[in-house]
T-cell receptor
Framework: KAGVTQTPRYLIKTRGQQVTLSCSPISGHRSVSWYQQTPGQGLQFLFEYFSETQRNKGNFPGRFSGRQFSNSRSEMNVSTLELGDSALYLCASSKGLREDSGANVLTFGAGSRLTVL | AQTVTQSQPEMSVQEAETVTLSCTYD???????LFWYKQPPSRQMILVIR??????QNATENRFSVNFQKAAKSFSLKISDSQLGDAAMYFC???????????????FGTGTRLQVFP
């Protein structure tokens, strides 16, 4: 089955611009979460969505936002880009609810590499 | 707040040998999951192994096994019969399993870069 698809894979923006990243989860997965990966800060949780509702949010400024559509696809947006927003943005999907048999397993996409000049 | 610490920025191992990666964590919760993820140069995070906190038995997946010490809040990964394809960044991660609180939020350690030499 198809994995988690993130687009675009690479993009270059300039300071002050905005960017939208897309994530298509595995079919049947209702939860999508986003992470930012940088050399300095490591992997940090941005937010997660379940059935079109934001379920949890990390400690990022309001310039970072996201949404989820009825088909579970998710987008994240970063407005007024700063140099420090250069990062690999990872999306992960899961079924969204704990199953009786154990953990809800996250499957990650290949990421979107954002460079801000 | 929960934290995850990986104190070994880099490790190396000879092919076919065994290596252990360390991870400690801090939490006041009793219900949680711990994970090891592998991130090869392709950057895609791959789940290696997971451990439920309430299970005393250590998880095993083929050549990968963990040593889970709940009281010590330690969760190390042992890779046996190392292969060249095991070379990657390895991240330890924590997820809360608090009753009534569904989340996929993972708290990651800073990672350990594993090199495998032929």
């Amino acid at each position: 089955k198809a994995g988690v698809t993130q687009t675009p894979r690479y993009l270059i923006k300039t300071r002050g611009q905005q960017v939208t990243l897309s994530c298509s989860p595995i079919s049947g997965h209702r939860s999508v979460s986003w992470y930012q990966q940088t050399p300095g800060q490591g992997l940090q949780f941005l937010f997660e969505y379940f059935s079109e509702t934001q379920r949890n949010k990390g400690n990022f400024p309001g310039r970072f936002s996201g949404r989820q559509f009825s088909n579970s696809r998710s987008e994240m947006n970063v407005s007024t880009l700063e140099l420090g927003d250069s990062a690999l943005y990872l999306c992960a999907s899961s079924k969204g609810l704990r199953e009786d048999s154990g953990a809800n397993v996250l499957t990650f996409g290949a990421g979107s590499r954002l460079t801000v000049l | 707040a929960q934290t995850v610490t990986q104190s070994q920025p880099e490790m190396s191992v000879q092919e076919a040998e065994t290596v252990t990666l360390s991870c400690t964590y801090d939490t006041s919760e009793s219900d949680y999951y711990l994970f090891w993820y592998k991130q090869p140069p392709s950057r895609q995070m791959i789940l290696v192994i997971r451990q439920e906190a309430y299970k005393q038995q250590n998880a095993t997946e083929n050549r990968f096994s963990v040593n889970f010490q709940k009281a010590a809040k330690s969760f190390s990964l042992k890779i046996s019969d190392s292969q060249l394809g095991d070379a990657a960044m390895y991240f330890c991660a924590y997820r809360s399993e608090r009753t009534g609180f569904n989340t996929d939020k993972l708290i990651f350690g800073t990672g350990t870069r594993l090199q495998v030499f032929p």
